[in-house]
């Protein structure tokens, strides 16, 4: 594997540095961090030879996240960092999607609720956001290649806010590909939510939050109960939360849309305007002083005055002419959760417990965006025989035949009609039960059966869309749609709410065993085995005026909010194995080396059959030294959504590179330039309709995208220096063949530089009968395997708990700390691999709408102290500067800085134990950091929700009872 040199041994010059530096002063503490975030790794000592059979009926043996083995030690081959429930308690966070996306191993583009939409109603089970929803990208690799699991079971809606945070003990991340333990999709590895054992008692908290800004208020309560007997143990609990909308007009930041062009930040907004944007033929922008633009002979003006029945009222459109749509999005979504949850087992013999672990949750969200953009493109045509068109000419998408002045374009924005709110309602159910046991009092093995049932069902609302076919009856009728505010009650009347219902659901059967085979002279050889069945299923339905028409790109509504149906499934049979060999145990040079070896084969009935395997080292020179590492294949097979989705309007903006050229270059490119007129100034408007879609829609097959993940690291936990626990681990992940919905950029560039591309037909223009000749109507960007990725990098992670002092005969109370860092060396990218121009990008240390935020450094430093009754929490959260790609929205290849943000929080707590009470305040956020600028390439309001606190500083309480 290959690495940036420089920027590796900066890293590793710099985390063993902070190693070196924090170890000197440290002396007699014992390793205890219950507050911070922490790897699995634990002290050594004990843990150098294998436990004998005797001893394994004394210390619980477990299933640790990364392998199949069942181990009485945690510390393995497999690097993983542990939130446990201290950490997420004293984070303040309702729900755990708040708490993860602070995770240094976690970059990209992943939602939370921040993200408003996607830019309008578009209808997709992917592409629009509001409803609530956090989802983890590990390693910036997207989150369809992060698997997220409960107690070890893959989640069918892996929104990390429906898990109840009262359920769960830990959560364990684990930062490497892991295919062969957990199958499809653990490429950037899995987070693994471990449920609460034994609880006792009855436990009722209540909290509350609001910004320092008076917004963003949000509130809830949490009620768990549980109780434990000789064969028994039950918990059930109850959670509720609710976050209030808070509109970006409430910051500075994202009050207005702001581009960056030529060189100045623009505050600009939607050419879609209230007053209109009307395209006239020259003979009509004469009188107006227009400039005309050669290509088409045409001009765009906008009403000045009067009711626009005269071309008096009317004046030239200047690009200051722009409506802020920004200000009536929401920087953080309306949301209310209800959750509840049940985990029970029973012994039915003494080798025999059944178990049942289940949750529900509902969830109501909605997202807003400003009133509709409306016009001809939506399908709406004013004839010039309408009464109140004074311009005598017609305004269509196409020309109407016999008409041979017409094709001009009109657009508008029907502000009366209210703004529209995508409203969601989300029911999400999972269940898993079975039995599990041992073979008898006698033998090491044990054995598990269960059976895993999920559903989910959204139901999205999106109020206040157009409807066309009403709107067009009442221009036809005389409604003045040049004058809103004569007739603008009228034009308003006729909007719908269409309905969209995505629901999936997952079936699962798994049966595995594990235990010890045969003894070696270093200790005994384990094997795990197991098989399972699954079928997933999806259907996303469409009210039926808002279906997408292929052919038009329309349908009765506004054309972004058109969809289509789309419905699949697939199942997998797998059966998977895996064994730890002791090598060797107590020589000079190993105090042991154990090899573990793993394999799973799948067959998906969509893709057939593929076979993964891995092998990993563990080798302890020394009783406080672990030497680890992992070699293992990754795959994911194609999802019901890259299967089956129907076609969706998606409307990027293009960069394209057909702008300007002369005859000549046009020739050499007719397949990507085809009617584009020479010196052509671009798409106007510069987003341009995509049809995404699965590859199935479009009778295209799919097959999983493939690679290896590697690992290599070691763990220190010195004797000499007790209370020390530090990690280093280099890891690499390399993918072919990826799985993704193609870019417009890349269909068009990947056709410009070879004319004899299979992408060229996938653009349609505007041909010379239009009033726009070259104008991209239409750009296919179905999901396809195209494409490489690597990406590798280092993380590092140091706990050490300071030892006890006094400061002039005063106890200050205890102090530990914690550091959890992760640097990305390379992150690249080749888009198109042995096409003609085709080249590999590193897009580590930079922002892209793509990839999102790549940054190289990011880390978390915690400091935790208690005293008696108190108990406090300082926690800072870096994120390293980096290189917005392309940011200019004039000029191409302009790329700016955006500078390094560090976050301070703080948390204070306070127990009463004569009234089983405690109380806990804490303060996000505390310096009030605004996000960095990205301007128009923000994911929204011009910056990266995905990355950035947006709300600023931000209060909370809590009071928890427990009894």
Not at 704 to 729: F, H, M, N, Q, R
Request: proline share 5%; hydrophobic share 35%.
């Amino acid at each position: 594997m290959k690495y940036d040199l420089n920027h590796l041994s900066v890293a590793v010059r710099l985390a063993l540095s902070a190693g070196v530096f924090s170890l000197s002063g440290m002396a007699q503490a014992q390793v205890s961090t219950p507050d911070t975030p922490q790897s699995t790794e634990q002290s050594a000592q004990d843990q150098n030879t294998p436990p004998s059979k005797k001893e394994a009926k004394t210390l619980q043996s477990v299933v640790v996240t990364g392998s199949l083995i069942r181990r009485v030690d945690t510390e393995t081959a497999s690097p993983v960092v542990t939130l446990d429930r201290a950490t997420i308690s004293n984070s303040g966070k309702p729900v755990l999607g708040d708490v993860l996306q602070q995770m240094p191993s976690i970059s990209g583009n992943a939602t939370n609720p921040q993200n408003n939409s996607n830019g309008g109603g578009v209808a997709s089970p992917l592409l629009e956001a509001g409803d609530g929803a956090s989802r983890v990208s590990l390693r910036g690799l997207g989150n369809n290649r992060t698997l997220v699991l409960v107690n070890g079971q893959r989640m069918a809606n892996p929104d990390i806010n429906l898990i109840p945070p009262e359920m769960i003990e830990r959560v364990d991340v684990l930062a490497e590909g892991a295919s062969t333990v957990y199958g499809s999709d653990a490429i950037g590895g899995v987070v693994n939510f471990i449920l609460r054992k034994d609880f006792k008692g009855v436990q009722f908290s209540l909290n509350d939050g609001i910004s320092s800004h008076g917004d963003a208020k949000r509130h809830g309560f949490n009620l768990t109960g549980g109780m434990t007997g000789e064969r028994y143990s039950i918990a059930a609990g109850l959670d509720y939360n609710k976050y209030d909308e808070t509109l970006a007009s409430r910051r500075k930041f994202s009050r207005q849309q702001l581009y960056l062009s030529s060189g100045s930040v623009v505050a600009a907004g939607s050419s879609s305007i209230p007053t209109g944007r009307i395209q006239v033929p020259a003979s009509i922008a004469a009188q107006y002083g227009c400039a005309v633009d050669p290509a088409t002979g045409t001009a765009q003006v906008t009403l000045a005055s009067g009711d626009g029945s005269s071309l008096a009222d009317y004046r030239c459109r200047l690009a200051s002419d722009t409506y802020n749509y920004a200000a009536l999005n929401y920087i953080q979504t309306a949301q209310k959760r209800t959750n509840g949850f049940v985990l029970a087992n029973f012994n039915v013999t003494d080798d025999v417990t059944a178990f049942v672990d289940a949750f529900y949750n509902h969830t109501v969200s909605s997202g807003q965006d400003a009133p509709s953009p409306v016009g001809t493109g939506d399908g709406l045509i004013i004839y010039a025989d309408n009464p109140i068109n004074p311009f005598g000419i017609t305004f269509s998408q196409n020309p109407v035949p016999g008409d041979p002045n017409s094709g001009y374009n009109f657009q508008t924005r029907l502000t009366g009609a209210g703004t529209r709110v995508h409203s969601y309602t989300t029911d999400t159910g999972q269940i898993n039960a079975g039995l599990r046991g041992n073979f008898g009092q006698t033998s090491s093995w044990t054995w598990d059966a269960s059976v895993n049932y999920s559903h989910t069902k959204r139901d999205q609302r999106d109020t206040n869309e157009i409807d066309i076919p009403a709107l067009q009856a009442a221009v036809d009728a005389g409604a003045n749609i040049f004058d809103q505010a004569s007739a603008g009650d009228v034009l308003s009347a006729g909007v719908k709410t269409p309905i969209y219902v995505f629901t999936q659901s997952t079936k699962q059967a798994q049966v595995d065993a594990s235990g010890e085979l045969w003894d070696l002279p270093a200790g005994a050889v384990q094997l795990s085995v197991g098989a399972l069945y699954r079928k997933q299923f999806m259907n996303y339905t469409v009210s039926d005026f808002a279906v997408l028409d292929p052919v038009t790109t329309t349908c009765q509504i506004l054309q972004e909010a058109c969809g289509s149906p789309g419905r699949g499934s697939f199942n997998v049979k797998e059966v998977f194995a895996e064994t730890l060999i002791p090598l060797v145990s107590e020589l000079p040079w190993a105090k042991s080396l154990y090899l573990d070896l793993g394999v799973r084969s799948s067959d998906y009935s969509t893709t057939g059959t593929t076979t993964n395997g891995k092998i990993a080292i563990e080798w302890r020179p020394t009783d406080d030294l672990l030497v680890r590492g992992t070699v293992s294949q990754v795959f994911r097979a194609p999802n019901l959504n890259e299967l089956y989705d129907g076609r969706t309007l998606v409307q990027p903006v293009l960069n394209d590179p057909c702008v300007g050229l002369s005859a000549a270059e046009l020739a050499q490119h007719q397949a990507a330039c085809q009617f584009v007129p020479v010196n052509w100034a671009g798409n106007s408007p510069a987003q341009v309709n995509t049809f995404y879609s699965g590859a199935a829609t479009v009778g295209a097959s799919l097959k999983p995208e493939k690679g290896k993940s590697i690992d290599v690291g070691l763990v220190y936990d010195p004797d000499w220096l007790p209370g020390v626990s530090t990690s280093l681990d280099f890891w690499h992940i390399y993918l072919s063949d990826t799985l993704t919905a193609i870019q417009a950029d890349t269909v068009v560039n990947s056709c410009f530089n070879n004319n004899a591309s299979p992408y060229c037909s996938f653009i349609t223009r505007q041909d010379n009968t239009s009033r726009q000749p070259g104008q991209v109507f239409l750009i296919n960007t179905p999901v396809v395997n195209l494409g490489t990725l690597s990406t590798s990098g280092i993380d590092y992670t140091l706990r050490y708990k300071i030892p006890h002092f006094d400061l002039g005969g005063m106890n200050p109370g205890d102090f530990r700390v914690g550091l959890n860092t992760s640097y990305t060396s390379t992150y690249k990218v080749n888009a198109t691999p042995g096409e003609p121009g085709a080249q590999t990008v590193n897009y580590a240390g930079t922002y892209t709408p793509q990839f999102g935020n790549i940054s190289r450094w990011r880390g978390t430093l915690t400091l935790n102290w208690d005293k008696g009754n108190w108990n406090a929490q300082w926690q800072s959260r870096y994120i390293n500067h980096l290189t917005a790609l392309n940011a200019d929205y004039a000029i191409g290849g302009v790329n700016i800085p955006v500078a390094s943000v560090l976050y301070h929080s703080i948390q204070l707590g306070y127990a009463v134990p004569s009234i089983h009470t405690r109380f806990d305040v804490g303060v996000d956020n505390i310096m009030d950091k605004q996000p960095p600028r990205l301007y128009q390439n923000g994911s929204n309001y011009n910056v990266d929700t995905a990355t950035y606190d947006v709300l600023g500083r931000y209060y909370w309480a809590r009071a928890t009872v427990k009894f």
